[in-house]
């Protein structure tokens, strides 16, 4: 049924269509419209003012049948938004524009008990220079995001034991005059998958989306709701060994001490430096002995263990996984099943729980941030406070 005018803003409305033309990369009017649930006649409205704001694009490509339409509307690809991500044991700076390409990116390691003076010290002295880039080439930079891990709306972060006050007050000062959006790791990562990876999603329903990096985390998607209303929850904090292996949050025998990129790395032996300089061809390059993919099949046993535990907690259709463990074999990737058959109440069946394995993003941080900031600023329906150039001074 359509919406009624009265039931969304204009606001509201211009962010569904924008919404829509960044998740579907360009649409025809009837899609949008679809899509959105607008009138055909409010959604013309809406392009009329996206096109005078320069936000949209109108091209003529062949119709896709006889008598189709030929008229695609797309988001502008010179739209630039930023992204500041604190992962993998790096702290990343990048400028792109909406599909999440990287037009300039700056990347740190940091220790893994990142001081925050020490955070504020990085920060200042690299958003800077990143704004100093911009500058230079008349690029001006509509929404930033900042993706960190253990992220909340909380006062407190299990993983960065923070001051979350000073941290905000931090970061208004910084970014000042930029609109800013803060969010956890995984749900940038799963703006990522939803907005800028290249392929396909498996799943189009609800399902649990975990990423398993420096960090195995999870959140619950569902599909219509929006991203920033998405629970995260920190996986790797399960405990599944009492006085068990030491982990960076200074618990024992955290799922996480086990099964991140830092535990495997010693495991496959490549340090986690390399891993992250391979990117997503790190398993290719490592030369496992069987006593190794042995040691690795045991620990994605383990993660299956931690996510059959999580879904007794809150039951969901399907499972996403993104990380290193969409790269093992598929013979080696069963051990996960096996983990999940031990703790998911009824066992495991494949028709009842799909299990998807999609190419995770490692080493390109920091565009799960900056996937995040796309969403923010259509979010708004393209009406930010973003400076001009002249503006900055």
Known sequence: MLDRPATRSRKETRAAVMEGLLRSKGAFRQAIAHDSRLTEASVSRILTELRSAGLIDESRIPAPYFGGPTALVSLRKDICVAGIELSNGRLSFGVGDLGCALDYVERMPVPARLAQADFER????????????????????????????????????????????????????????????????????????????SDVYPVSGDHLFLFVAHGVAGVVVHESAPIETFNPFELGHMVIERGGALCRCGH?????????????????????????????????????????????????????????????????????????????????????LDGLNETLLGGYRADRLPLHFIAPSIGNDPRAAMAYAAYSFVSTGGQDAAPRLSEIA
């Open 122 to 197: 990085m920060a200042r002295v690299s958003f800077a220079e990143m704004i100093a880039w911009a500058d230079q080439r008349g690029r001006v930079i509509r929404q930033i995001a900042l993706s960190l891990p253990g992220f909340s709306q909380s006062d407190t972060n299990p993983i960065f034991p923070w001051d979350m006050t000073r941290l905000r007050d931090f970061l208004a000062d910084l970014v000042k005059p930029y609109p800013l959006a803060l969010t956890n790791s995984v749900i940038a990562q799963a703006a990522f998958h939803r907005y800028c990876a």
């Open 252 to 336: 024992r025998g955290c799922l996480e001490a086990y099964t991140s990129l830092q535990a495997i790395s010693p495991v496959i032996g490549l340090p986690a430096g390399d891993i992250l300089r391979g990117g997503d061809q790190f398993v290719a390059t490592a030369q496992q002995t069987p006593e190794q993919r042995a040691t690795l099949r045991d620990r994605l046993f383990l993660l299956g263990m931690g996510i059959g535990n999580a879904l007794n907690l809150q039951p969901l259709p399907a499972v996403v996984i993104s990380g290193w463990p969409s790269l093992i074999p598929e013979a080696d990737r069963c051990a996960i």
